[in-house]
């Protein structure tokens, strides 16, 4: 039995609560005027989303999902910020040339570091995926951990996109941030699933999507232990990859650093096919969606969905978009289903 | 401005807010009422995790450490349930050797296969690690991840150990559960960091510890994405190892899964000692603990720090120890610091 709570105590508390009474009156009709996805246009693609987020989480709805297996993965290049004309990764590989050469001096006359030394973007832009690889391997490791992250962290800050002259970390869709934050809302663990580097991405996925290191799967090389001369132990970067986290490697790279099967899955190109496949597979309510870029004025246009030609970065093919009528997957048009596509757009 | 409340609506959150004040009452009380490690003796081992999580949780403390950063990680076998004389899924894997036999016959007369089937417990003891390999590629890879977890599943629910005849799920440690349940009441997140298997273990982590199958890491080996006969996507495990989580593969695993250092970590064997290193190492205030098998009574007495032989599982070796006492990592006796070892002593 409650030992009785002396009068004078009893008295704050009461005056506490007829405050919160008032807060809760007040917050209760904000809610219900604010908009969780106020970027998007009305149409079916804002519609799948608030019917399949109210089916998934009201209690006593046939399609109801207990909390800890409201799953949500997100494509990150083309799906959650701008891919085009190249993946912010690799410009910044290609910007971290000079300082390897620097600290290996051999490799200036040796291609294809001399080619990206050059700085002659057309030749740059043309040289094969092997050549790349080599670049993303001699600028991603054999450094520290920690010297990567400090390293990627004083880029994202300084580097801008040629386009908009704006860091890296603002060329995020507005509208995705929306769903993002809406589902986490609503009791959802938003991953980011993605091709590109996963300690890359973890250094900013925090502060650009409110997601944590340990909820960024993407294409991870293996690290070594080992110690320094004062016997204090340090990860170093190794160029072995572990995980390859596109097409067929997304639901693998889910298995093995998620461990369920995700009930939502955002992508936008060919790479995201298996993860969607494998998001609508399991029984209950799914739901699979596509970012379609077709708004050449405000971002781009691009891929052979629009008729237009594929790009070097992943792009929504024709058969995708067969795929996605097929399977009843959601197709999101940049230009008619988002209001604004930036935050920085004016309004 | 707030549109008013009608009367009749106001009335009843004041009845619901006078029964809240009433249950705010009771439960403060109850909350200081209650050790959240009751089933410690008082000691150091105790006091210095209570200090730590105070000073680490503490606003304005000179050690506080932000909630998203405060990531602590645990051995399983032999730091959170019982590891003695033979790691549980070691017997999983041996029980399941029979269901293998019957689906390929020609393996009933080939080693290690027959020596399993014999049923000779002391041959089997004595099986090289060679022979267990093959033992466990062939028990655990080769089927679907659903398979196989509907397979474990089925065997934890009714294989039982034979010194206490319960399940292996009920031989965790009682006191440890509260170090997990302690930490997380402080907003820690808890991790599994473990030598067993990551698909394994995640079957019965949320049900045996409140630990999510996205927070277990483990040895972990490839799957491959793959279409039934009506074109619906699976997962097969492959017998291609990933992540072997002992040793130094512990931080490097703690990096690929989680991407954040641990700020906190326990152990009990030569196989955790670079995962306390490692959280050690970084500046801040750090707690690294292991676990000492000193009570033969109660549980067993084992390894080389109390002059007995090493075993064939993972043990404190006197240099460990050494370690241990050079670098502030603090041993916890199961005999001097454990009041109750399993949720069923009696109190």
Known sequence: ????????????????????????GTSTRVEADVDPLASWNEGPAKRTIVEFVKATTTQGSPDFVPPAQRIATFDQDGTLWVEHPMY???????????????????????????????????????????????????????????????????????????????????LTYLPMQEVLEYLRQN???????????????????????????????????????????????????????????????????????????????????TGDQQMLEYTKASAGRRLAMLVLHDDAKREYAYGPAQGLPPTHVGALTQALYDQAAKQGWVVISMKDDWKRIFAFDEE
């Open 1 to 24: 039995m409650p030992i009785p709570t002396p009068a004078s105590q009893r008295r704050l508390p009461w005056l506490a609560l007829a405050t919160l009474l008032v807060l809760i």
């Open 187 to 269: 009791g959802y663990q938003t991953y980011i699933v993605t091709g590109g580097g996963q300690d890359f991405v973890r250094v900013y996925s925090e502060k650009s999507y409110g997601i944590p290191p340990e909820q960024v799967v993407g294409t991870a090389g293996g690290t070594k232990y080992g110690y320094d001369a004062n016997g204090v132990p340090f990860l170093t970067k190794e160029p072995k990859l572990l995980l390859n986290d596109n097409d067929a490697g997304k639901p693998e790279g889910i298995h093995l650093m998620i461990g369920r099967r995700p009930i939502a899955a955002f992508g936008n190109s």
């Open 88 to 170: 912010s990764q690799v410009m910044y590989c290609l910007d971290r040339v000079p300082a390897v050469v620097r600290a290996k001096p051999e490799l200036a006359n040796v291609e294809p570091f001399k080619t990206v030394l050059s700085g002659d973007r057309e030749a740059i832009a043309k040289l094969p995926k092997e050549d790349l690889i080599q670049i993303l391997a001699a600028t991603l490791t054999g450094m520290s951990v920690d010297e990567f992250g400090a390293e990627a962290r004083k880029w994202l800050d300084t580097a801008k996109d040629p386009r908009w002259k704006r860091p890296y970390p603002e």
